[in-house]
């Protein structure tokens, strides 16, 4: 199992570029999430999947698009990148139910000059 | 107010300190509880779950007042090895039930 994988670790975009983030699971997890994350500001949700064929959006939306593309993929798509969206992107997933751990990936680095 | 807040520290303790972290959520009708750890540059990963009984796991005890919605960490014997972040993880109530809503952290440094 490799858990959940990010694509790619790293990332420098120039301000009004596009690119996506890609997000894979392999537990057979109905749920996936991106998050961002930013010094002093905590962890906070950009989109969420509830299970395959759903999404719904976080606290963060704007700026953002997600596609489900099937159970196991989760991709999150800027766009027009600005430099307000330089950040650590991770990408999680969980199963369906109560006490249930949520497995992250290992991030992905964003930086738009 | 805020829907899950923590003391951000840091707490700098000695090898060996008994040390205490606390965290308060706002909604009444958040369902489940978690305590993760994130250590620099890395993702978060699951320390525990937080029960109503309370739990400990090796010396580590998390404690959980559904009436002062407060939930707690305590870890005794301290090793540099637990040098890292700790975050309050709350889910369901006002985000949803299939929304996790995160402290900022609690910074700790075991110093030798």
């Known amino acids: 199992n490799a858990g959940v994988t990010q694509t790619p670790k790293f990332q420098v975009l120039k301000t009004g570029q596009s690119m996506t983030l890609q997000c894979a699971q392999d537990m057979n997890h109905n749920s996936m999430y991106w998050y961002r994350q930013d010094p002093g500001m905590g962890l906070r949700l950009i989109y969420y999947?509830?299970?395959?064929?759903?999404?719904d959006k976080g606290e963060v939306p704007n700026g953002y698009n997600v596609s489900r593309l099937n159970k196991r993929e989760f991709s999150l798509r800027l766009e027009s990148a600005a430099p307000s969206q330089t950040s650590v992107y991770f990408c999680?997933?969980?199963?369906?139910?109560?006490?249930?751990?949520?497995?992250f990936g290992p991030g992905t680095r964003l930086t738009v000059l | 107010r805020k829907e899950v807040e923590q003391d951000p520290g840091p707490f700098n303790v000695p090898e060996g300190a008994t040390v205490a972290f606390n965290c308060t959520y706002s909604?009444?009708?958040?369902?489940?509880f978690f305590w993760y750890r994130q250590d620099c540059r890395k993702e978060p990963k699951l320390l525990m779950s937080v029960y109503s009984s309370g739990n400990e796991d090796g010396r580590f005890t998390a404690q959980l007042n559904r009436a002062s919605q407060y939930i707690s960490l305590l870890i005794r014997d301290s090793k540099l090895s637990d040098s890292a972040t700790y975050l309050c993880?709350?889910?369901?109530?006002?985000?949803?039930?299939?929304?996790?809503?995160f402290g900022k952290g609690t910074k700790l440094s075991v110093i030798p």
């Open positions: 999680a997933s969980i199963p369906s139910g109560g006490y249930n751990e949520q497995f």
């Open positions: 999947s509830a299970s395959e064929g759903t999404t």
């Open positions: 909604n009444s009708a958040s369902q489940s």
């Open positions: 993880v709350v889910k369901g109530g006002e985000a949803g039930s299939y929304q996790l809503t």
